[in-house]
């Protein structure tokens, strides 16, 4: 398995941005498709976003579309969730999850159960 590290979760007023960064400690990532999970009081965890390892595939839930946009940078082994318009509907602890997903599967999106590693965690919270 894969140790992955969130960061960037903050307290933001609605309409604000965030960035969160998703690092390998100690592997490398490009081999990897990453996602970012939202997990919100009470309620199960969700795929908000994906991106494939090596064509650049990505996937958005239809609630954060237009708005979050995922992107990786190999040379820092990072993988960022710039989330920006935040609303009232996107607090939740993110965690960032990486595994061997082809890219024909990450764009359906439907692909959680095929990621293997799991991060700790970072919290969003965002005032109306």
């Known amino acids: 398995q894969v140790q992955l590290v969130e960061s960037g979760g903050d307290f933001v007023q609605s309409g604000g941005s965030l960035r969160l960064s998703c690092v390998g400690d100690?592997?490398?990532?490009?081999?990897?498709?990453i996602g970012w999970f939202r997990e919100a009081p009470g309620k199960e965890r969700k795929g908000v976003s994906h991106?494939?390892?090596?064509?650049?595939?990505?996937w958005y839930s239809d609630s954060v579309k237009g708005r979050f946009a995922i992107s990786r940078d190999n040379a820092k082994n990072t993988v960022y969730l710039q989330m920006n318009k935040l609303e009232p509907n996107d607090p939740g602890t993110y965690y960032c999850?990486?595994?061997?997903?082809?890219?024909?599967?990450?764009?359906?999106?439907?692909?959680?159960?095929?990621?293997?590693?799991w991060g700790q965690g970072t919290q969003v919270t965002v005032s109306s």
């Open positions: 999850a990486a595994g061997q997903i082809p890219s024909r599967l990450l764009r359906l999106g439907l692909v959680g159960a095929y990621f293997d590693s």
């Open positions: 991106i494939s390892a090596t064509d650049g595939t990505t």
């Open positions: 100690g592997v490398g990532l490009d081999s990897l498709a």
